[in-house]
């Protein structure tokens, strides 16, 4: 409903805007068609930015490719810990963990990771009723643009935008803030994991600080949701993160990495457990 909303939003303003323009002379028109357009755009990035409310984990995970980092085995959630996870908090947060492990190893191309993740998540999707988004044509999609990085966050980020907006049409708020939670989570534990010293890799503190201002806005989106016992614990189990980002300015110290990296460990061991 929030997409189909959104495009008739945007088609009515276009609409509109081409109306109020055909009075206008040439010149008139054509100036006032490159604020409206630009209106268009603000509107369409806002649309965006609360169907899924903070950067997905593949857009994140993107950043470490880009910085050419490495990647390590067995650094993700184990794909056979799918069968511990029996309740909907726990199936919700994990759906959204694995759908940063399966960023991480589409981004680096790992196959039968790939394979293995996808599996994990189509179990999840189905115990959350979302099958139909996790069908054999997304490791299709996958593999026919492994070599093209943009257009496989693409791909992630309309699956997780997809989940996000599924659960959310379905009254389901607070299992779809879970999902963003899981994959928020994993995506900055892959993140400061990636090197045992990850504070000499160049642009990580970068990424980080970016990942603080995504915390900052998924706690703001939360605040309408805390009565649902799930969601408010896992809220509640971010207070070590929550506690590490209140004290950073806008550069970081090999201490503050460090922190950031285990505050995020004690809540990922949680989540996976």
């Given at each position: 409903?929030?997409?189909?909303?959104?495009?008739?939003?945007?088609?009515?303003?276009?609409?509109?805007?081409?109306?109020?323009?055909?009075c206008k002379n040439r010149s008139e028109k054509l100036k006032q068609k490159k604020?409206e357009l630009e209106e268009v755009q603000t509107i369409k990035d806002e649309i965006?930015?609360?169907?899924?409310?903070?950067?997905?984990?593949?857009?994140?995970?993107?950043?470490?490719?880009?910085?050419?980092?490495?990647?390590?085995?067995?650094?993700?959630?184990?794909?056979?810990n799918v069968k511990k996870y029996f309740t909907s908090t726990k199936q919700a947060?994990?759906?959204?963990?694995?759908?940063?492990?399966?960023?991480?190893?589409?981004?680096?191309?790992?196959?039968?990771?790939?394979?293995?993740?996808?599996?994990?998540?189509?179990?999840?999707?189905?115990?959350?009723?979302?099958?139909?988004?996790?069908?054999?044509?997304?490791?299709?999609?996958?593999?026919?643009?492994?070599?093209?990085?943009?257009?496989?966050?693409?791909?992630?980020?309309?699956?997780?935008?997809?989940?996000?907006?599924?659960?959310?049409?379905?009254?389901?708020?607070?299992?779809?803030?879970?999902?963003?939670?899981?994959?928020?989570?994993?995506?900055?534990?892959?993140?400061?994991?990636?090197?045992?010293?990850?504070?000499?890799?160049?642009?990580?503190?970068?990424?980080?600080?970016?990942?603080?201002?995504?915390?900052?806005?998924?706690?703001?989106?939360?605040?309408?949701?805390?009565?649902?016992?799930?969601?408010?614990?896992?809220?509640?189990?971010?207070?070590?993160?929550?506690?590490?980002?209140?004290?950073?300015?806008?550069?970081?110290?090999?201490?503050?990495?460090?922190?950031?990296?285990?505050?995020?460990?004690?809540?990922?061991?949680?989540?996976?457990?």
């Amino acid at each position: 409903m929030k997409n189909k909303l959104a495009v008739a939003i945007i088609s009515v303003l276009i609409f509109s805007i081409s109306g109020l323009t055909s009075c206008k002379n040439r010149s008139e028109k054509l100036k006032q068609k490159k604020i409206e357009l630009e209106e268009v755009q603000t509107i369409k990035d806002e649309i965006k930015r609360n169907v899924y409310p903070i950067p997905t984990s593949a857009e994140v995970i993107k950043m470490l490719s880009d910085l050419g980092v490495d990647y390590i085995v067995d650094i993700s959630n184990p794909p056979e810990n799918v069968k511990k996870y029996f309740t909907s908090t726990k199936q919700a947060t994990n759906l959204g963990a694995y759908g940063a492990d399966l960023s991480y190893a589409t981004l680096y191309d790992n196959q039968q990771e790939i394979l293995n993740y996808l599996n994990a998540i189509r179990s999840l999707s189905n115990e959350l009723n979302m099958s139909e988004i996790y069908d054999e044509s997304l490791y299709e999609k996958i593999k026919d643009n492994v070599d093209n990085k943009d257009s496989l966050v693409n791909i992630l980020t309309t699956v997780f935008n997809s989940t996000y907006a599924h659960l959310s049409e379905n009254d389901q708020q607070a299992l779809a803030l879970l999902v963003v939670g899981g994959a928020w989570v994993e995506g900055m534990y892959l993140t400061t994991h990636v090197s045992e010293a990850a504070y000499h890799i160049a642009g990580i503190s970068g990424v980080l600080l970016k990942q603080k201002e995504s915390f900052e806005r998924y706690l703001e989106i939360t605040q309408n949701y805390t009565d649902d016992p799930g969601l408010n614990e896992f809220i509640k189990s971010l207070d070590p993160i929550k506690n590490v980002y209140a004290g950073l300015s806008t550069s970081l110290t090999q201490q503050n990495i460090t922190d950031i990296a285990q505050a995020i460990t004690e809540i990922r061991n949680k989540i996976v457990s």
